[in-house]
């Protein structure tokens, strides 16, 4: 056992594991260093504080200095930066209130976290132009807002803090623009899913703007917002939320492996190049579980389970981090979107070959009150139905579903895999064919052939002449909305009319979700014509409307919506 462990960083993973360290063993010496002055802090819960949900800013300390010293017997040290690792010696450079001592150790643990990304945009530095990472920049937030009461704000970035906070400053009465660079916002998500969540934000008057990145700050006074496209948006406050990156400069200078996406490099043990020397959170780099590859994922939860095994490994306990999926939520006002494993963009990177598919299904029974659809996208290998990936975008039930789709992700089950899973089922809580189940099913159906499956976007691909569209909707939802240039006959009339339908063109058929063009499907093929199903749907193709140029203004856009 060793005799003497030395913690840099507090909050989930350098707290996480000296309490599990102690829990193992009650001889060690274990002496942890926080340059800043909380041990523990629930930094995802920070924007909601700034609004007033979360009313008590004392709810935030998950842990005290005094409470952790007591319960786990741990020399905490606060206001302490370890500044330099000398590795020859075992011993660590620390500053504190402007002296310099050094502390030996058996084993150093490194959990720096992530910091930040500050871009170099002129004027960045001015007054009223923030960042939110930790309990001091929520307390000057807070102070803000409550004191001067900002009438417009300007969020950089649309990813988790961004939109977290734009939620919450539109509680408090603010007016909010969302700037973002990128063509969408919410990067986990592939586009279609993320114009789900960008609408919502629009109808809770929020502006978006994408495509457009941020030339300066200028103005007098109040923040003028210089764009990329030469728009100019006026703001009281500026909140920078364009992304994380690890903390590796202590780990560099001493001489440590840095992996090729920035992260401390580690083994399956959480072991840096240094056999004595561990490092978890938001610092290192960790393998998707799902392509083998390198991969920086700034989550609480990964962090919390690394924080066991690095002590786990420390104790002499041999335990493998197995990696991550980067399974991930956020609340949007009343809208859930959630996101597991790899999605479209991260396999086109890798040159992966993958079939995906839509469902739109109910929370729980229809016919039981309260019901909410929820859209469901599953990404699989066109081979073995492998789960690579998920998406959820819906107003209730969307967290326990990502979870059991998260498992299938983690334990490679595959899409024959989600129709077999038996779930709990009672009208109030779910269908006897849960959401999870109809994902399998329509993807079983598209690899066993039952189905061929067209999407939205590749209809830009074929001649106009060598298809016709097919809407198989109801006459009532026709009238709230369709498809210009679509032929309409109703599934519950296709066997009469099927006179009606050229048997020399592809026949591309739509319905509200796919359901109904599946059976409209079945039914076409089996009287030899040439058919495929649009996967999602009319409600795919909503989302999908959206065009974009360069600076597009989100709230210029809006779409017809079927009620």
Same mark, same amino acid.
């Given at each position: 056992?060793?005799?003497?462990?030395?913690?840099?960083?507090?909050?989930?993973?350098?707290?996480?594991?000296?309490?599990?360290?102690?829990?193992?063993?009650?001889?060690?010496?274990?002496?942890?260093?926080?340059?800043?002055?909380?041990? %523990?802090?629930?930094?995802?819960?920070?924007?909601?504080?700034?609004?007033?949900?979360?009313?008590?800013?004392?709810?935030?300390?998950?842990?005290?200095?005094?409470?952790?010293?007591?319960?786990?017997?741990?020399?905490?040290?606060?206001?302490?930066?370890?500044?330099?690792?000398?590795?020859?010696?075992?011993?660590?450079?620390?500053?504190?209130?402007?002296?310099?001592?050094?502390?030996?150790?058996?084993?150093?643990?490194?959990?720096?976290?992530?910091?930040?990304?500050?871009?170099?945009?002129?004027? /960045?530095?001015?007054?009223?132009?923030?960042?939110?990472?930790?309990?001091?920049?929520?307390?000057?937030?807070?102070?803000?807002?409550?004191?001067?009461?900002?009438?417009?704000?300007?969020?950089? #970035?649309?990813?988790?803090?961004?939109?977290?906070?734009?939620?919450?400053?539109?509680?408090?009465?603010?007016?909010?623009?969302?700037?973002?660079?990128?063509?969408?916002?919410?990067?986990?998500?592939?586009?279609?899913?993320?114009?789900?969540?960008?609408?919502?934000?629009?109808?809770?008057?929020?502006?978006?703007?994408?495509?457009?990145?941020?030339?300066?700050?200028? #103005?007098?006074?109040?923040?003028?917002?210089?764009?990329?496209?030469?728009?100019?948006?006026?703001?009281?406050?500026?909140?920078?939320?364009?992304?994380?990156?690890?903390?590796?400069?202590?780990?560099?200078?001493? #001489?440590?492996?840095?992996?090729?996406?920035?992260? *401390?490099?580690?083994?399956?043990?959480?072991?840096?190049?240094?056999?004595?020397?561990?490092?978890?959170?938001?610092?290192?780099?960790?393998?998707? /579980?799902?392509?083998?590859?390198?991969?920086?994922?700034?989550?609480?939860?990964?962090?919390?389970?690394?924080?066991? /095994?690095?002590?786990?490994?420390?104790?002499?306990?041999?335990?493998?981090?197995?990696?991550?999926?980067?399974?991930?939520?956020?609340?949007?006002?009343?809208?859930?979107?959630?996101?597991?494993?790899?999605?479209?963009?991260?396999?086109?990177?890798?040159?992966?070959?993958?079939?995906?598919?839509?469902? *739109?299904?109910?929370?729980?029974?229809?016919?039981?009150?309260?019901?909410?659809?929820?859209?469901?996208?599953?990404?699989?290998?066109?081979?073995?139905?492998?789960?690579?990936?998920?998406?959820?975008?819906?107003?209730?039930?969307?967290?326990?579903?990502?979870?059991?789709?998260?498992?299938?992700?983690?334990?490679?089950?595959?899409?024959?895999?989600?129709?077999?899973?038996?779930?709990?089922?009672?009208?109030?809580?779910? %269908?006897?064919?849960?959401?999870?189940?109809?994902?399998?099913?329509?993807?079983?159906?598209?690899?066993? #052939?039952?189905?061929?499956?067209?999407?939205?976007?590749?209809?830009?691909?074929?001649?106009?002449?060598?298809?016709?569209?097919?809407?198989?909707?109801?006459?009532?939802?026709?009238?709230?909305?369709?498809?210009?240039?679509?032929?309409?006959?109703?599934?519950?009339?296709?066997?009469?009319?099927?006179?009606?339908?050229?048997?020399?063109?592809?026949?591309?058929?739509?319905?509200?979700?796919?359901?109904?063009?599946?059976?409209?499907?079945?039914?076409?093929?089996?009287?030899?014509?040439?058919?495929?199903?649009?996967?999602?749907?009319?409600?795919?193709?909503?989302?999908?409307?959206?065009?974009?140029?360069?600076?597009?203004?989100?709230?210029?856009?809006?779409?017809?919506?079927?009620?």
């Amino acid at each position: 056992m060793p005799k003497k462990v030395l913690i840099v960083g507090g909050v989930a993973g350098g707290a996480g594991t000296a309490a599990r360290l102690r829990r193992l063993d009650e001889t060690v010496e274990i002496i942890m260093f926080e340059r800043g002055g909380y041990i %523990s802090f629930a930094n995802c819960g920070l924007p909601y504080y700034i609004s007033g949900v979360i009313n008590e800013r004392d709810k935030l300390l998950v842990q005290t200095e005094e409470a952790m010293e007591e319960r786990f017997s741990i020399d905490i040290r606060l206001h302490s930066e370890v500044t330099a690792i000398h590795r020859d010696t075992r011993e660590v450079e620390v500053v504190s209130s402007g002296q310099t001592y050094r502390e030996s150790y058996d084993y150093l643990v490194l959990s720096p976290g992530a910091s930040p990304i500050i871009p170099s945009i002129p004027g /960045i530095n001015r007054e009223g132009i923030y960042t939110l990472r930790n309990m001091a920049d929520v307390d000057q937030l807070k102070a803000l807002v409550t004191e001067k009461k900002p009438r417009r704000a300007v969020i950089i #970035g649309g990813g988790y803090i961004g939109i977290e906070m734009a939620e919450n400053l539109k509680h408090l009465g603010t007016d909010v623009t969302i700037v973002e660079a990128a063509g969408q916002i919410m990067g986990p998500l592939d586009v279609e899913m993320a114009r789900v969540v960008e609408k919502t934000l629009m109808d809770k008057g929020i502006e978006i703007i994408l495509n457009d990145g941020v030339k300066s700050f200028d #103005g007098q006074g109040n923040i003028e917002v210089a764009l990329s496209s030469g728009r100019k948006v006026e703001a009281d406050i500026v909140l920078l939320a364009v992304g994380v990156k690890p903390e590796n400069r202590l780990a560099r200078n001493a #001489g440590l492996a840095i992996g090729e996406r920035g992260g *401390i490099k580690v083994d399956d043990c959480l072991r840096t190049s240094d056999p004595y020397i561990y490092a978890l959170g938001d610092a290192i780099e960790v393998k998707d /579980i799902v392509n083998g590859q390198p991969a920086l994922i700034p989550l609480a939860g990964p962090a919390n389970k690394q924080a066991r /095994i690095v002590a786990d490994n420390i104790a002499g306990r041999k335990v493998e981090f197995k990696g991550s999926q980067g399974t991930s939520i956020i609340k949007v006002f009343d809208l859930t979107a959630a996101a597991t494993g790899n999605n479209e963009k991260m396999l086109q990177l890798k040159g992966t070959p993958y079939a995906k598919s839509y469902t *739109i299904s109910p929370s729980h029974a229809a016919y039981y009150p309260g019901a909410i659809p929820m859209i469901v996208k599953i990404i699989f290998s066109p081979e073995g139905g492998t789960l690579f990936g998920a998406q959820i975008v819906g107003k209730d039930g969307v967290d326990k579903r990502i979870d059991v789709l998260a498992t299938a992700v983690r334990m490679g089950l595959t899409v024959y895999d989600l129709e077999e899973l038996e779930l709990a089922y009672a009208p109030p809580y779910s %269908s006897a064919k849960d959401p999870v189940n109809m994902a399998g099913f329509t993807a079983a159906n598209i690899l066993k #052939g039952d189905v061929r499956v067209m999407h939205w976007e590749e209809l830009d691909n074929l001649l106009e002449d060598s298809y016709i569209l097919l809407d198989v909707r109801t006459d009532k939802e026709r009238q709230q909305g369709y498809v210009e240039g679509s032929v309409h006959i109703p599934v519950d009339s296709l066997r009469k009319r099927l006179n009606e339908l050229p048997r020399d063109k592809r026949i591309i058929i739509y319905c509200k979700i796919g359901l109904r063009g599946y059976i409209a499907y079945r039914i076409l093929v089996q009287n030899g014509f040439d058919a495929v199903n649009l996967s999602g749907g009319y409600d795919i193709y909503q989302a999908l409307l959206y065009q974009y140029g360069e600076a597009v203004n989100m709230n210029e856009q809006m779409t017809r919506q079927e009620k």
